[in-house]
C-alpha cells in the first residue's frame, strides 16, 4: 500500500475509535472520580484495592467507596503526568527498576493526592487482593506505610493445579470473612447477604454483555479493537462491577456492536490484519502506538490485558446463589494473574484460534515482569511450536522513558511488510 | 582438617553444578531421587522425608556464559532467573528430577512455567506459602499445602512418607539450622576470625550436600575456628540486608571487608537458615512445620508477616548485633529487594543509623567502583 493511502487510513481510523461506548464509558469514569474527590473531602469510607481478581463487590455492600490507584495511575500515564510523579518517588529510594505504576501512585501520594486536599480520599482501609502478583503486596504494604491506613492482604493461592483445592477454597473464604469482619468494624454496618447477591446478579448481568461483545469480535471485520478499545469497557468491568451504572452499560454496549457487525463496520476503515495482542498498552504513548498498528489495518481482535480483572468467556460468571464462593472462585481461576505463564499461552492459543487471528503481537512491559519475565519464551512457544507469526516490541505502560518510538515503528512496519508478503505469496 | 581445607572442600564442591551433585548422589542411592531448589525458603524436611536429595538450584554465578535464556527473558529481568534456565538449556541440571519454585517475586513464578515447558521430563512444583500470615487461616492453609506436595513427591518417589519419616527429617534439618546459627554467632562475636566469604562458602555449601555429610563438615569447621586467633581491627561493623535470593559473587563479598567492613549479620541463603529456633517435634510434622513458618521464621522480603514490619526485624538485628551501619546489597533487579529498600530506608534514617546500597550481579568479575564506594562509606563513619 503506499505511503499517502495507509497514513490517510490511520487518520480516518482515528476518527473511527469514538463510539457512544468510549463516551458513555468516559462519563462513568468521571462519576467515579468525582466520587472519589468527594469522599476525599467528607471522609465518607473508601478502600483502596487492585484490578486484578478482585473482590469489589464486598465492598460495595457497606458502600466503602472502592479506590484503583492502577486506574488513577494509568490515567496520569494517558494525561502525560507520570514522569514527575515517578522522579518523586524515586527521590525517596524507588529504584528505576520498579513497576512505575507503583512509583506514578506514591509520588502522587506524596505530593499530596490522598487526602482532604487531593483528588483520592485516604482510605480507611488498604485491601490488596493478591493475586499472583508480588509487586501488589509491596505497593499495598507501602500505601498502608505512607497513609497510615490499616492493611488487610487476602492472600490467593496461586492456581497450581487445574482446579483449586477445597483446600485453597477454604482458605480464600475464610478471609473474606476477615474482610467482611473488617468492614462491618469501618462502616459500622451489618452484613447483608442480599444485598451482595444483589450486587452480584448486577456483576453477572455485566459480566455477560462483556463476553457478548468479546465475541462479536469473530467477526470480520471484528467490530472494535479488543486491546485498545477494550479499555472502554474494562473501565466499568472492574471499577463499577456490581453496579446498575454498569449492567447498563453493556446493555447498551452489545447493540450497539451488534449493529456494527450486521452492517459490515470496524473501527478502521479496512481491517487487514488480526492480532492478539498480550501485554499492557503504554499508556503515555497510547494514540501513537495505536496508530502504528492501525496504519496497516491490523486490529487485534482478543487480547490479555483485558482479562486481568476477569477472564469471563469461558463461561465463568459471579453467581448470586454461591455469593463469597464465587467470589473466591473469579478470585483463584478466573482472571489472568493468578493463572500460569502457561496457562496464559494456553489462554492466547485459544483466541488465535477461536477468533481466527493472524498474528500474536506481544508488548513487553520493562515495569511489570508480572506480566513480560518470560515473554521471549512464548514468542519461542508461538513461532516455532505453533508457527503462528509473533512480534515482540518494548516499552513501558507508566513511564515516557522506556518509549522510543522510532525504534518501536520499524519493527512494527517490519512485522508487518513481512506479514503482508506472506499474506500475498499465500494468495 | 584444618578450617581452611574445610573451606576449601565447601569450594570445590560448590563448583559442580546441581546435576552433576545428584547423577553422583544418586549413583550411591540406587533408586534415589533429587530435587532442586530454588531459593529462597523450601520445606526441605518434606523432600528429605521422601528420601530424595534436596539441593540448591540458585543459578550459575560466573559459571555460566548465556547462550539460549537471555532470549526467553529481557534484560530486565534478574541474572539468577536466567542462569538457572541456562544450566538447564546446557543439560547442567540433567541428573535432577525435579525442581520447586515458591512464591517470591514475579519472576520466580514465570520461571516455573519456562522450565516445565522446556524440560518436560523434570518435576517442576510451584509452592504457594502464605502471604497473609496473620490470618489464622494460614496455618491450616499451609499444612494442607505441605500435604498436597508431600503428596506429589510421594508420587515421585512410589511409596509412601510417615509421619516419623517427617518427624526424622525436621531433626535432622533441625541440627543443620543450629549448627549454621552457631556459625553466624561466631562471626558475630569475632567478625575477625572468620570472613564474610568463609561463611558464605560454608554456608552455600549447605545447598550442595546431603545433610548427613554437611552436618559433620560443618561440625568439624566450628571445631577449628575455636583454635583461630587474631586482632580485632578498627572498621565498620555492618549488617548486609538485601541478597537473599540471587547470591552475590565472592569477589565482591571479598571487597566488602576490604574496604573496611566487619560483616556481623547478613540474609545470604537464608531460606536454608530461616527459623529463628527449632521446629518442634512433638506434635504433627506438617503441621509444626506450618506452624513455624509463620511464628519462628526470620523476617524476609519475600515472606509477609503483617503482625511485624520488616523494617523493624532489620532494626533489632543491627541492635542485636550492634552493628554501626547497614549495607543494603540488592541483585540487580530484583524487585522484592528493591521495594523493600524504600521501608527500610525510612526507618534507618529515622533511626539515624547510616547504610549504604550497592547492587550486585552475580556473575560480576569487577569491583573497583564498588570498593570505592564502600571505602568512602567507611571513612566517612570512621573519621566523621
Ligand atoms: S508489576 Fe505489572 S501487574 Fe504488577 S502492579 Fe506493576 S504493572 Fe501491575
Ligand atoms: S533475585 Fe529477586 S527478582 Fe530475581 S528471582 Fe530472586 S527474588 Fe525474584
Not at chain 1, 351 to 359: I, L
Not at chain 2, 5 to 31: D, F, M, N, Q, S
Not at chain 2, 140 to 147: G, I, M, N, Q, V
Not at chain 2, 322 to 349: H, I, N, Q, S, T
Amino acid at each position: 500500500m503506499a505511503e499517502a493511502a495507509k497514513a490517510t487510513q490511520a487518520v480516518k481510523g482515528e476518527h473511527g475509535y469514538h463510539g457512544n461506548v468510549h463516551e458513555r464509558s468516559k462519563a462513568l469514569m468521571e462519576a467515579w472520580a468525582a466520587e472519589s474527590a468527594r469522599r476525599a473531602r467528607t471522609g465518607e469510607p473508601s478502600a483502596t484495592i487492585m484490578i486484578s481478581g478482585n473482590c469489589v463487590e464486598i465492598l460495595r455492600a457497606f458502600d466503602i467507596h472502592p479506590l484503583f490507584p492502577e486506574v488513577s495511575a494509568l490515567q496520569m500515564a494517558i494525561r502525560k503526568q507520570s514522569l514527575p510523579l515517578i522522579l518523586k518517588a524515586e527521590q525517596v529510594g524507588y529504584s528505576s527498576d520498579n513497576c512505575a505504576y507503583v512509583k506514578a501512585d506514591i509520588g502522587y501520594l506524596l505530593s499530596g493526592g490522598y487526602g482532604p486536599e487531593g483528588t483520592l480520599p485516604r482510605p480507611a482501609l488498604v485491601l490488596c487482593n493478591y493475586v499472583g502478583r508480588n509487586v501488589y503486596v509491596k505497593w499495598f504494604e507501602h500505601l498502608a506505610e505512607f497513609t497510615k491506613a490499616p492493611l488487610y492482604v487476602l492472600d490467593i493461592p496461586f492456581l497450581r493445579e487445574a482446579r483449586p483445592s477445597p483446600d485453597d477454597v477454604a482458605y480464600v473464604v475464610r478471609q473474606l470473612r476477615e474482610v467482611i469482619a473488617l468492614c462491618e468494624g469501618i462502616t459500622g454496618k451489618r452484613f447483608d447477604i442480599d444485598r451482595l447477591r444483589e450486587i452480584l446478579a448486577y456483576s453477572a448481568r455485566a459480566e455477560e454483555g462483556w463476553v457478548r461483545a468479546k465475541e462479536l469480535c469473530k467477526a470480520h471485520p471484528a467490530p472494535f479493537d479488543a486491546y485498545f478499545d477494550s479499555i472502554n469497557m474494562m473501565g466499568p468491568i472492574n471499577v463499577l462491577r456490581g453496579t446498575r451504572e454498569c449492567a447498563e452499560f453493556f446493555d447498551a454496549a452489545v447493540p450497539e456492536y451488534e449493529g456494527m457487525v450486521a452492517r459490515g463496520e470496524g473501527p478502521l476503515p479496512e481491517e487487514r490484519f488480526r492480532t492478539v495482542v498480550e501485554g499492557p498498552p503504554p499508556y503515555p504513548y497510547y494514540r501513537s502506538f495505536r496508530n502504528l498498528f492501525a496504519k496497516w489495518g491490523a486490529v487485534a481482535v482478543q487480547s490479555t490485558y483485558s482479562t486481568v480483572g476477569g477472564i469471563w468467556e469461558f463461561g465463568f460468571r459471579h453467581d448470586p446463589e454461591r455469593p463469597l464462593e464465587s467470589i473466591a472462585e473469579q478470585m483463584l481461576v478466573q482472571n489472568l494473574t493468578n493463572r500460569s505463564l502457561l496457562d496464559r499461552y494456553g489462554q492466547i492459543r485459544a483466541y488465535v484460534e477461536g477468533w481466527r487471528a493472524d498474528a500474536l503481537v506481544i508488548h513487553s512491559i520493562k515495569s511489570c515482569r508480572l506480566f513480560s519475565a518470560g515473554q521471549g519464551d512464548m514468542r519461542e512457544y508461538f513461532t516455532k511450536e505453533l508457527g503462528v507469526p509473533t512480534l515482540l516490541v518494548e516499552s513501558d505502560l507508566e513511564d515516557p522513558r522506556y518509549y522510543a518510538e522510532a525504534q518501536m515503528r520499524n519493527r512494527i512496519d517490519a512485522f508487518f511488510e513481512a506479514l503482508e508478503h506472506k499474506k500475498v505469496m499465500g494468495r | 582438617m584444618t578450617f581452611e581445607a574445610i573451606v576449601e572442600e565447601c569450594r570445590a564442591r560448590l563448583a559442580r553444578p546441581p546435576g552433576e551433585v545428584a547423577a553422583t548422589w544418586k549413583a550411591e542411592h540406587p533408586g534415589g531421587r533429587a530435587i532442586g531448589c530454588f531459593p529462597v525458603y523450601t520445606p526441605l524436611e518434606l523432600i528429605h522425608a521422601a528420601g530424595a536429595l534436596p539441593l540448591a538450584v540458585a543459578g550459575g554465578g560466573t559459571t555460566v556464559e548465556l547462550t539460549h535464556a537471555d532470549s526467553r527473558f529481557q534484560s530486565f529481568v534478574c541474572s539468577i532467573a536466567k542462569t538457572t534456565l541456562e544450566l538447564g538449556f546446557q543439560g547442567r541440571l540433567a541428573g535432577l528430577d525435579g525442581v520447586l519454585f515458591h512464591s517470591i517475586c514475579d519472576v520466580a513464578r514465570n520461571l516455573s512455567s519456562v522450565m516445565r515447558r522446556n524440560f518436560p521430563d523434570l518435576f517442576v512444583e510451584y509452592l504457594h506459602l502464605p502471604q497473609n500470615t496473620a490470618s489464622e487461616a494460614a496455618v491450616d492453609y499451609l499444612e494442607a499445602e505441605y500435604r498436597r506436595l508431600l503428596a506429589r513427591l510421594e508420587g515421585l518417589v512410589g511409596h509412601p512418607v510417615t509421619d516419623d519419616d517427617l518427624a526424622r527429617s525436621i531433626l535432622a534439618h533441625n541440627w543443620r539450622r543450629g549448627l549454621l546459627r552457631r556459625l553466624y554467632a561466631f562471626r558475630a562475636q569475632a567478625p575477625h576470625l572468620l570472613s564474610l566469604a568463609e561463611c558464605a562458602l560454608l554456608t552455600r555449601a549447605a545447598g550442595a550436600m546431603p545433610v548427613e555429610s554437611y552436618g559433620p563438615l560443618l561440625e568439624a569447621a566450628l571445631v577449628a575456628l575455636g583454635a583461630r586467633e587474631g586482632r580485632l581491627k578498627d572498621r565498620v561493623r555492618v549488617v548486609v540486608e538485601g541478597a537473599f535470593c540471587e547470591q552475590p559473587p565472592l569477589g565482591l563479598l571479598e571487597v566488602i571487608e576490604e574496604a573496611g567492613c566487619y560483616v556481623l549479620d547478613d540474609d545470604l541463603m537464608t531460606g536454608w537458615r530461616w527459623f529463628t529456633e527449632d521446629v518442634p517435634v512433638d506434635g504433627a510434622p506438617l503441621r509444626a512445620l506450618a506452624e513455624a513458618y509463620r511464628d519462628r521464621s526470620e523476617y524476609s522480603s519475600i515472606r509477609h508477616d503483617w503482625r511485624k514490619p520488616k523494617a523493624q526485624g532489620l532494626l533489632e538485628k543491627v541492635r542485636r548485633a550492634g552493628a554501626d551501619a547497614v549495607l543494603f546489597l540488592p541483585a540487580k533487579f530484583c524487585e522484592p529487594a528493591l521495594f523493600d529498600y524504600v521501608l527500610y530506608r525510612e526507618a534507618l534514617e529515622r533511626e539515624g543509623i547510616p547504610h549504604l546500597v550497592v547492587e550486585f550481579e552475580e556473575k560480576q568479575w569487577t569491583f573497583e567502583r564498588t570498593r570505592n564506594e564502600i571505602e568512602t562509606f567507611v571513612e566517612s563513619l570512621l573519621f566523621d
